[in-house]
């Protein structure tokens, strides 16, 4: 579908726009303002309006907001913290691994899907997008709860897993599986997630502080900050993770250090781009799937196997959490939290597409399954960490 | 010239990460920072290292940069005080505009280039860069000094007279002409421009507060200013004029209303996306033209012609300010303020290679003026400015 070529701040004016109207709309209607901005995607995208497409820039512009807002989160929460959870996050992690792989690639066969594509759709199933919940977990104020710590962590893990398999999908779909080379890719991206997430903060508590003594620059903080988020989010991209996962262990490092000034002017960047993150998975919106009733089974019963795997497979690794009154209730969370696929399960989805293992439907599908687990999650964890004193909260 | 094509992140590291390394080095050298990230352009870009070229991602982000900061400029002045000064700011544009562009002709003829070659350069000569010269002066914190508001001013008024000179220049080289257009065109960028200018803050004095008593979701002043940023810049573009014009004037009319709050998050934008709009100047340097002696010659011609016919011209219609011991200096303030031609030299150049007027070595010419007026400005301009209480001052 062709989109108009409008000019750059006509763009900026209709996705901005949208999605401050839609997320103001949803706050007066005691929702999620996230869930209205990635609707008003929906509502200017391809799919209804017609009025905007995904294109380069707006890709950049999305990245970029992910990529602040995962930095953000970063900066509010503590390394010792996440590391503390680290056990029950790993468990977490792997069971909702498992669980949503296994089922994807089942429903896939059952289906009369073919053994790739079945694989495929299984690998689509894997992957967290920590962006959705870290952004609703923030705007409510929740970072500093233990679920949300073992979410965090877990999604963390969860995406260097989600590279292994994707690695191991990939390898066996093109037929050449070089074991050497996914242990290689595995090991280098625990390595770094660890080293940072260890280390990190401490490193950065010793060295930042001479740089500052020394830069005359206004903001010098500031523009430091950035350069180890852009430095991280690099690296991150060439051990094999995402440059989110690299952007959030540069918050982490610089949680400690980071003053008012590079908070405020980090929250500024934010509320710009953020917009365009969640404007850009809801544009993605493909109503294909509605064509016909054997495509939207299809993606009912995988967009019904994608919540209830991650919800019971990370629920189930939060037992681990040991055995109290809040235990049922963290397993809640913690298992809805890590629900939303996101824009992780599109790339998963588009390179299937590229590698011609998936057919066009199916990858309709998928995404259906990605927007729609992510529209679904904040309004879920709404519910699950409903509290007293949060109540009337805005998310 | 194929330059690497990095993923999103490394790009975003190389260009910021080499801009403030070089500002930081010219704030040590007591230069303005500006001159040194413009240069980290030069140095990475395709005449040097290589590293980056121009793109579609880069220009979106130094476009939205530079609005930003007409927008962040615009916060920081009133209104009110720019009409004060409206009459000797159009005769300061006016004068300015007519010298160079017949400077400008006149010497492409005397070196024997087509009639509508020359009209083009001349075009190219007219309009200034109001962003080089917003960045230095705020930077600086003179941005309430009567000469830099004349500055301001005038740069605005001064993209409206460029509009039209290139509305007749280019309709004179597709041989029609059409006046009424012409005159419509001129009448709607002019009536967008004061009508803005004039009532635009008392229109957001009255009409904003009704949206925030409204308004629930966090930060609510914040997105209502960048929609109208957007808003005023998508008219403005549709209007004719630059975009930028647009962004300054919604900060304009904001500049009454918005509070402490929101001039910081847009100071975050800033801190991020300025050095994109700097470094994309630095990376459209072509070397190209010091390849012959005779194109070495006229570039150093037109750059000569190009800073001399502003001073002038700038000045001299200063002088209406009336004659007291600081009217020198006040000319030559005005004058080196006018001087920047940047992106939009390069901007009419570019659309004279396209229209095939001009030839590629006249471009490298005019692109070459465009880049060495934008470096040498700040430079002067630090000097024209200097004064006791400021000094060592940090542009």
Redesign the interface.
Known sequence: MPAHDF????V??IV??SA?LM??LF??LRQP?LVGEILAGAVIGPSVLGWIAPN??LK??S??GV?FLLFDVGLQVKAKELLRVGGTATLVATVGVIVPFFAGWGIMLAWGAPQYEAVFVGASLVATSVGITASALS?RGLLHEVASQIILAAAVIDDVLGLIVLAVVSSVATGHVNFLEITLTAGLATAFTVILAKWGTSAVNRVLPHFHTR??????Q??LS??LL??L??M??YTGVA?IV?AFLAGLALSETADRRVR??????N??LVPFFLVGIGLHLDLAVFRTPATLTLALVILAAAIVTKLIGCGLGAVSLGWNNETWQNMLKIGLGMVPRGEVGMVVAQMGLSMKVISTEVYAVVVFMAVATTLVTPLLLKIAFRSPVLEPA?V
């Open positions: 000019p750059l701040p006509v900026l004016l901005f726009g401050k997320g103001e706050v007066k303002a380069d820039t950049a512009l990245d970029l990529m705007a830069a005359e620059a206004e903001d010098a500031f523009h950035l350069i852009f430095a989010s690099a991150a991209i440059a690299g405020d002017l980090t929250r500024g960047v509320e710009l805005q």
